[in-house]
């Protein structure tokens, strides 16, 4: 019996559509017999993906590469993708025995996005009603159902715009980067600007000077041992430890105050303009605290503060993000992939959220909890009500919160693994959140002594107790800095009061040097693009993502250190396209098509503006619609025309300091190169590892590299042939070759190829002889013939390693030596014995990750034919450049794994039979004419619907 068979009382039949199967399976437990709940498996369908997708009618256009009739009024071709025509059938089928059609998809500009298209696509005639919900449980879910509404149109508009937006940019400045930088490169909207940051701060890295400053530490006893108060409010509580002593940091001498780090320029290691501060070097610390050592000292003032925290908001996506990363060690991929699994499978509220509200019946089941698990003392009288947002926010969502009325504690929920560890941060962070203040007492001591050669000097020591932990009992937020306190650390101070005499048990002198700013991690990285107001907080995982796989960022630990690669993409795009990576104008961008979104903007004048300058045809040159001061949209379409200006090696060359060594980025990878001192000679060169952070390039790295053997080694003339033996240092790897002479044709039918053989992994360029070469040349080599078959047995050396060969029968050797030692008996040996099947043992795994958050399985590192890979039993993936076995996280191979997932081809259907050829070739014109007429009328429908270009889009 078909699903839609079953019925509810009155014989109704409802088709939902999801985008998941995930959400599918959940939600049809809650709904029962009556309803059909399908999967539309993500978008399905989208603007062209290269030139064999778009649809033959606009072929020979000059927009249609674009995807976008950017000559009217920009309307967006849209085709089924490839891999989703079966899953369109399928609905399609569903809903010719379905009353009517329940679009659940999620609500926010995506879900609405794609419940628009399969109502354009699936072409109901019967109702049609969108059902939308934050969590998945079955009081939401049934609610859901009984309050249907209609499409929100102008969430649809805003997703379109953005979508158009970012195609034209992508499409049109990605073609600049594949003829001035490198083929197959990409630019985008957010990705460009998100990359630039992690460039510019390695340049200020690059750029940064080390100071070294010292000051003095001491440790003051107040002679006194045992309990002591804080202060009175502490005694009443039960008491303190007083501890004896106290350690301090000299602030002044003679009133002058010491020179710390923040007194330092960055780019010059020199104290700042204006600066007037006591600077002390080694030897001047050493002598003030040799005349300190005898000194007298006393408490010169005790300055106490009241203390309060307030708790923590909840989350919201970009703050999970940041928490996930510090606490648990997710990359923000892998953090929303389990925070989707989570949320598809009832655990928690939708997870892509600007909003930081609780609903009524979130904050009653938190303060049920904070009452049951810690007592009525941490519940404040009222309940806390979050308002704040991030400007211009869309989604109409509650914060990211456990879902139901009454929330599940992490260990009634029968989660494990990361599911367990995410579910456990967003419920203490819940909960924590709907607690008292934490409150305690500051207090800062100052301790003052004179030298004995007279001057004056003062310590300083702070000190905090915390007296009602408040919502610290549940969860404190962690910090990007590791070396930064938390909240809920505690400093202890001896009760002292002005004038006390303290004894000096220690003086020493303390060296240090200023740091450079840190390299941005995932998690700062999102908090940056969040505070200056650039792109989606539901796109920032997608964004790093991208990044990553270009090869513009690798990580080095936690840490997102660019490629040279980057810094050329980078250094054009900010010098011929200043614009477009402005960090003001992406924020703009943002705040117009969140006015479109309002409808306090059209989006077609918006979008003629961007791509074509003001009105068509806009006064002034490329250069200055792209880096004007007028209009802040500038031509995009004159910009990327206007290439001549743009010198493909200056964009790709970066001095490395002041010798006149360059490094340049070429085709296949980075490089440096010095000028000859002889007029007319070409320079030295040598390769720079891809995986180099660029601050680590110094001039006296340039120089190792240069002076590393380079080249071709030559070995000597082969004996035979007279020719000269060369090794050389491939693309993969070393090898050895024979010098051809001048005029032997290379190419043809009489082209003549040079004796070419790897060298033995035992062997290096620096070590291999001619004799070397000359034995790795004779390869193949006859070990004998088969008495039995007459067959020849040879030894050769494959990609896969050394093996034997008769006719078509193959056997792998041990060892590379093997190739000149092993002698024909030994050779029949091996072949009578039975060839084994299947695959030889599997190697022990290099390293284990944990659990895959998808699959659910255990993810390791093991070494493979083509170097190590991340594998869950299921999925393999190759580790990328910038990835090591040591260093890979699990999120990373996690990053991995998924993107290879989504990267799996679609499956072949079976060919078509002889016969039915003709019926299928029909069918296939039939449906092509359907899709054509299809996209003509979903034009003609928005042109009359956007009459006067008022059309309100985000």
């Known amino acids: 019996m078909s699903p839609t068979r079953e019925t509810a009382q009155g014989g109704r039949r409802r088709l939902v559509i999801v985008e998941s199967p995930a959400k599918a399976k959940t939600i049809k437990g809650y709904l029962g017999p009556g309803y059909v709940v399908e999967a539309s498996v993500g978008h399905i369908r989208d603007l062209p993906n290269g030139a064999a997708e778009v649809p033959a009618e606009f072929k020979g256009q000059p927009w249609a590469r674009l995807g976008v009739n950017v000559d009217s009024e920009f309307q967006p071709i849209y085709v089924v993708n490839a891999d989703k025509k079966a899953q369109v059938k399928k609905l399609k089928d569903l809903l010719k025995e379905s009353d009517e059609l329940l679009l659940a998809t999620d609500e926010d500009r995506e879900g609405e996005a794609i419940a628009w298209h399969l109502q354009e696509v699936l072409k109901p005639k019967v109702p049609v009603r969108r059902m939308v919900f934050h969590e998945i449980t079955k009081d939401a879910i049934q609610e859901a159902v009984r309050n249907p509404r209609e499409l929100n149109q102008p969430l649809v508009d805003a997703q379109e715009t953005r979508r158009i937006l970012d195609r034209l940019y992508g499409y049109e400045v990605s073609p600049v980067l594949w003829k001035k930088v490198m083929p197959r490169l990409s630019a985008g909207r957010v990705q460009s600007v998100a990359t630039r940051l992690v460039v510019q701060r390695e340049r200020e890295r690059i750029a940064f000077r080390s100071a070294e400053y010292w ?129 598809e499978n009832g655990f928690i509220t939708y997870m892509r959220t600007d909003s930081t509200t609780l609903s009524e019946t979130a904050i009653t089941a938190a303060r049920a909890q904070v009452t049951q698990l810690y007592g009525a003392e941490y519940l404040p009288d009222k309940p806390r009500v979050y308002t704040g947002k991030v400007k211009n926010a869309q989604e109409a969502h509650e914060a990211i919160r456990p879902s139901g009325d009454r929330f599940r504690t992490p260990a009634e929920t029968g989660l494990t693994g990361d599911q367990y560890r995410l579910y456990e941060l967003i419920w203490m962070r819940t909960v924590a959140s709907q ?48 070396n930064a306190e938390l909240d809920d650390r505690e400093r202890r101070l001896p009760q002292v009061s002005e004038g006390d005499a303290l004894t000096a048990e220690e003086i020493t002198a303390d060296g240090h040097a200023t740091k450079p700013p840190a390299r941005y991690t995932e998690a700062s990285l999102v908090k940056e693009l969040e505070e200056r107001e650039i792109g989606r907080p539901s796109t920032y995982a997608s964004i790093i993502g991208t990044i990553l796989d270009r090869g513009y960022v690798f990580k080095k630990g936690t840490a997102l250190v660019p490629s040279f690669l980057s810094f050329a993409v980078v250094g054009l795009l900010e010098k011929h396209f200043g614009r477009l990576v402005d960090y003001d104008f992406t924020a703009k961008m943002e705040d117009d098509l969140d006015r479109i979104a309002r409808g306090e903007a059209r989006a077609v004048p918006w979008l003629r503006r961007f791509y074509f300058g003001s009105e068509h045809g806009a006064e002034g040159s490329a250069a200055d619609a792209g880096n004007g001061d007028g209009d802040h949209l500038g031509g995009l379409k004159e910009l990327v025309e206007d290439l001549g200006a743009i010198d493909a090696r200056e ?88 010098i051809l002479p001048e005029g032997t044709p290379k190419t043809g039918k009489n082209a003549v190829k040079p004796r070419t053989a790897s060298l033995f992994k035992s062997m290096s360029l620096d070590t291999v002889t001619l004799e070397d070469a000359l034995r790795l040349m004779s390869l193949p080599r006859v070990v004998g013939v088969d008495p039995e078959s007459g067959t020849e047995i040879t030894a050769q050396n494959g990609r896969y390693g050394p093996y034997l060969k008769k006719g078509t029968d193959s056997r792998s050797l041990e060892t ?79 990053e991995l794994l998924a993107e290879k997932r989504a990267k799996a081809p679609v499956k072949k259907k079976a060919a078509a039979k002889k016969a039915p050829a003709k019926k299928a070739a029909a069918k296939k014109t039939a449906a092509k004419k359907t899709t054509t007429a299809a996209v003509k009328k979903t034009a003609a429908a928005k042109k009359a619907s956007s009459a006067s270009a008022t059309k309100s889009v985000d």
Request: cysteine-free; proline content about 6%.
């Open 435 to 482: 607690m008292k203040d934490a409150v305690g007492q500051s207090v800062t001591v100052k301790v003052g002594g004179r030298a004995s050669d007279g001057r004056d000097a003062e310590f300083s020591a702070s000190g905090k107790i915390i007296t009602f932990h408040g919502f610290m009992k549940a969860y404190v937020e962690g910090a990007d800095d590791p």
């Open 215 to 343: 000051d003095l530490s001491g440790t003051f006893s107040t002679g006194r041992t045992g309990w002591g108060s804080l202060r009175s409010s502490e005694a009443e509580s039960g008491g303190a430890s007083d501890p004896g002593t106290f350690a301090a940091k000299l602030t002044t001498v003679d009133g002058r105050r010491v020179a710390q780090g923040r007194d330092f320029d960055a780019t010059t290691g020199q104290l700042k303009d204006g600066a007037t501060v006591l600077h002390l070097d080694e030897s001047a610390a050493r002598t003030l605290a040799a005349a300190l050592a005898d000194a007298s000292f006393a408490v010169r003032s005790v300055e106490s503060k009241p203390y309060r925290r307030s708790p923590y908001a909840p989350f919201r996506t970009t703050t999970l993000q940041q928490e996930a990363s510090r606490k648990l060690g997710f990359g923000a991929k892998a953090t929303m992939q389990v925070a989707q699994k989570l949320y």
């Open 651 to 738: 964009v790709s060359s970066f001095p490395v300091g002041t010798g006149g060594i360059m490094l340049r980025v070429g085709r296949y990878g980075p490089y440096v190169e010095k000028p000859s001192e002889v007029e007319g000679e070409p320079g030295q060169r040598a390769d720079v590892p891809d995986d180099l952070p660029p601050d680590e390039l110094t001039v006296e790295l340039a120089e190792e590299f240069l002076a590393k053997p380079s080249g071709d080694f030559e070995l000597g003339t082969d004996p035979e042939t007279g020719r000269q033996i060369v090794a050389k240092d491939g693309r993969y790897g070393p090898y050895v070759t024979e």
């Open 816 to 894: 590379e030596d093997q190739l000149f030692t092993i002698a024909l008996d030994e050779a029949l040996a091996i072949y009578a014995q039975p060839k084994a099947r299947g695959r030889a043992a599997a190697k022990p795994p290099l390293k284990e990750l944990g659990t895959d958050p998808v699959s659910e399985r255990p993810v390791v590192v093991k070494d493979g034919r083509f170097g190590p890979y991340v594998t869950d039993g299921e999925t393999n993936a190759t580790l990328r450049t910038g990835d090591s076995v040591e260093e890979i996280t699990p999120e990373r191979g996690y």
